[in-house]
């Protein structure tokens, strides 16, 4: 009896040992990711080419997982689900990933992450004009403090700017849907998330390209800016590519070991550590209202979380509250599966 515990006690210490070194390398691309993005437009003020360097890196490193691991085969792909379907998740995280970058090119990184805090308030406004869902009065409750943070921090925000605030908003408004049409898709088609991410990212940069080519290629080409070591710049580029690709895979992985409701305070966490990362490193001034504002929108996410993670309890008896207690490989799968559907595009 000794010895089993013992067995057990070290299989525990090695999960939680795992899990929380995922969300250390999770918490510091993300947070790297956002500081070097910030520092690269600050002095190379081409957002277009971040993006396109972001999808291009992870285009790369997704398929070189893909091809190393394929747990399993990949799923066959008609074109009308390629257009129908595949297209227009890849045009929503295009515009999701430009409009984020446009924005913390123009405000500091802890108020384009305050702002993107409102995600929730659009999922439940999309879910329910696109999928018809229903949401209890607690999850409307659990919104009020995030609109209300949102606000507080608009109104104090040091380096407020306009154009900056819209990026955020639409960034948001993008990644919202993304969030609530990815469940069509992975209800149609069975599909392993990291492959799910290589396609979508894939057509991100199909779709992308062009723009970038018509618009950054020629400014990069012209007279105007050949002053830049482009040397520095394309190493920048490639790293943070790197960094928003490994934010991805590293928040895939914690996923894949954490309970829904675990894994919504792992991801409120991570939105506070990049603020205050940011704001150590990058020096923004900030107020005491602000940081209130910031809290309390945080805060609220966590709520809502929380809440939707309740509510889907009680809609199906299927689900455990643990991964453990899952004794079936069935039922293992099923909440694997759950988890994917719900959480997939927390991690583009």
């Given at each position: ?306 809440i939707k993670f309740q509510a889907r309890l009680q809609e199906t008896s299927v689900l455990p509250t643990h991964l453990e207690k899952v004794s079936s490989t069935h039922g ?17």
């Open positions: 009896m000794r010895l089993t515990m013992t067995s057990m006690d070290r299989q525990l210490f090695k999960k939680i040992f795992k899990v929380l070194t995922l969300c250390v390398l999770w918490y510091s691309f993300g947070s790297a990711s956002s500081i070097v993005s910030k520092t690269l437009v600050q002095e190379f003020p081409y957002p277009q080419s971040l993006t396109f360097a972001q999808f291009s890196v992870s285009v790369a490193i997704l398929s070189l997982l893909n091809y190393a691991l394929h747990s399993e085969p990949a799923p066959y792909l008609s074109w009308r689900f390629i257009f129908v379907r595949l297209l227009p998740l890849g045009l929503a995280n295009a515009l999701t990933n430009i409009a984020g970058n446009v924005s913390i090119w123009r405000v500091p990184v802890s108020y384009t992450h305050t702002v993107k805090a409102m995600i929730p308030i659009f999922t439940v406004l999309l879910s329910k004009i696109m999928l018809q869902e229903n949401h209890s009065y607690k999850v409307y409750l659990s919104l009020l403090p995030i609109v209300s943070g949102v606000l507080v921090a608009t109104v104090t925000e040091v380096q407020f700017d306009k154009f900056g605030l819209l990026a955020a908003l639409l960034s948001t408004i993008f990644f919202s849907w993304q969030n609530v049409y990815t469940k069509k898709v992975l209800s149609e088609v069975k599909m392993h998330p990291l492959y799910c991410l290589l396609m979508v990212t894939t057509a991100s940069l199909v779709i992308f390209s062009p723009f970038w080519l018509i618009d950054d290629l020629w400014s990069l080409t012209s007279t105007h800016s050949r002053g830049y070591n482009y040397s520095n710049v394309v190493l920048l580029l490639i790293i943070c590519g790197i960094l928003k690709c490994g934010q991805s895979v590293f928040a895939f992985s914690v996923l894949s070991l954490m309970t829904p409701t675990s894994y919504s305070v792992a991801n409120s966490s991570k939105r506070i550590v990049i603020i205050a990362v940011s704001i150590m490193f990058l020096k923004n001034p900030v107020t005491y209202a602000n940081v209130f504002g910031m809290a309390l929108a945080t805060l609220g996410v966590f709520c809502y979380n929380k293992r799968k099923l909440v694997q599966n759950t988890l994917q559907r719900d959480d997939l595009l927390v991690l583009v």
